[in-house]
T-cell receptor, first 109, second 116 residues
Framework: GQNIDQPTEMTATEGAIVQINCTYQTSGFNGLFWYQQHAGEAPTFLSYNVLDGLEEKGRFSSFLSRSKGYSYLLLKELQMKDSASYLCASMDSNYQLIWGAGTKLIIKP | GAVVSQHPSRVICKSGTSVKIECRSLDFQATTMFWYRQFPKQSLMLMATSNEGSKATYEQGVEKDKFLINHASLTLSTLTVTSAHPEDSSFYIC????????????FGPGTRLLVL
């Protein structure tokens, strides 16, 4: 079956670094997406990885290992506004996104 | 770029009425649009995939006759919730896929539906 696993909730301190892990099992693979969703709002696109390795985009980086079915989202220099849910989604062979349940990130001052 | 709008942002209606939600891709053509529903503190649930000019593909458990989807042009898809009931109250979010390369889905801002 198709499955995406990510932690339910994480807590981190303002200014610190946090890594949110995601493992996936999908029928075929056409890329791994990360989205940010603030409470009461729609998701916004953060990153897309289809090749192994690290993609850096400002304070946010995303890593992919296709052989391990594993990705992580790395957030540096955490700010209070980074408090949100982070959704991992794998695109299967039909180009459908299979969504994780999301990781709620709580930032403490 | 890749902006998706959704209208209305919030709807309150009486039980039994129908509600239409519009989803537009503003700066790109979207051959495929998706409709999601999200209940409080739950993950996104895909309702249907909408392809321009053809019938929508509904996910298992989603009633086709209750949630009517029309994708008449490359920039517009509509979702009509027919005979809405309180249990249909939810956050409805559309997304559009920019087919020109990376298959990224860009989300509209969502429509919060409250059925009284």
């Amino acid at each position: 079956g198709q499955n995406i696993d990510q932690p339910t909730e994480m807590t981190a301190t303002e200014g610190a670094i946090v890594q949110i892990n995601c493992t996936y099992q999908t029928s075929g693979f056409n890329g791994l997406f990360w989205y940010q969703q603030h409470a009461g709002e729609a998701p916004t696109f953060l990153s897309y990885n289809v090749l192994d390795g690290l993609e850096e985009k400002g304070r946010f980086s995303s890593f992919l290992s296709r052989s391990k079915g594993y990705s992580y989202l790395l957030l540096k220099e955490l700010q209070m506004k980074d408090s949100a849910s982070y959704l991992c989604a794998s695109m299967d062979s039909n180009y459908q996104l299979i969504w994780g349940a999301g990781t709620k990130l709580i930032i403490k001052p | 770029g890749a902006v998706v709008s959704q209208h209305p942002s919030r709807v309150i209606c009486k039980s039994g009425t129908s509600v239409k939600i519009e989803c537009r891709s503003l700066d790109f053509q979207a051959t495929t649009m998706f409709w999601y529903r999200q209940f409080p503190k739950q993950s996104l649930m895909l309702m249907a995939t909408s392809n321009e000019g053809s019938k929508a593909t509904y996910e298992q458990g989603v009633e086709k006759d209750k949630f009517l989807i029309n994708h008449a042009s490359l920039t517009l898809s509509t979702l009509t919730v027919t005979s809405a009931h309180p249990e249909d109250s939810s956050f409805y979010i559309c997304s559009a896929r920019d087919g020109g390369g990376v298959e990224t889905q860009y989300f509209g801002p969502g429509t919060r539906l409250l059925v009284l």
